[in-house]
């Protein structure tokens, strides 16, 4: 449609030091994208709130917790608030819904 846009090949999930919950966010999103096969074509990296504002405009997206959506407010980018990080299922969801497929 006439609103695509390219993709950054970039996913950012984000939590507050970067080590802990976006961890499990990055596994669970990559296990989806293995799953439609979309793996050799992006990139998910784990980060922490001050790093995700900076780096918000290289990335399609950023997912992430809805603590830490609040704290991030307008990034230029979608924020995707997440309630289960290893829920495959609610992952694949918001993939679909964020890629319009």
């Known amino acids: ?3 695509t846009i390219p ?3 970039l996913l950012l999930t984000v939590c ?4 802990g919950t976006s961890l499990f966010l990055k596994n669970t999103t990559e296990q989806v994208l293995d799953r439609w ?3 050799p074509y992006l990139s998910v990296e784990a980060t922490d709130t001050i790093s995700a504002k900076g780096r918000a405009s290289e990335a399609d997206f950023l997912l992430t917790s809805g603590e830490i959506a609040a704290t991030l407010g307008d990034v230029g980018v979608p ?4 309630q289960d990080f ?3 299922s609610e992952i694949d969801g918001a ?5 319009d497929i």
């Open 95 to 99: 993939l679909r819904e964020l890629y």
């Open 86 to 88: 290893t829920s495959m």
């Open 1 to 3: 449609s006439g609103d």
């Open 16 to 19: 507050g030091n970067g080590l």
């Open 7 to 9: 993709s950054k090949n």
């Open 37 to 39: 096969g979309w793996s």
């Open 79 to 82: 924020v995707y608030v997440i």
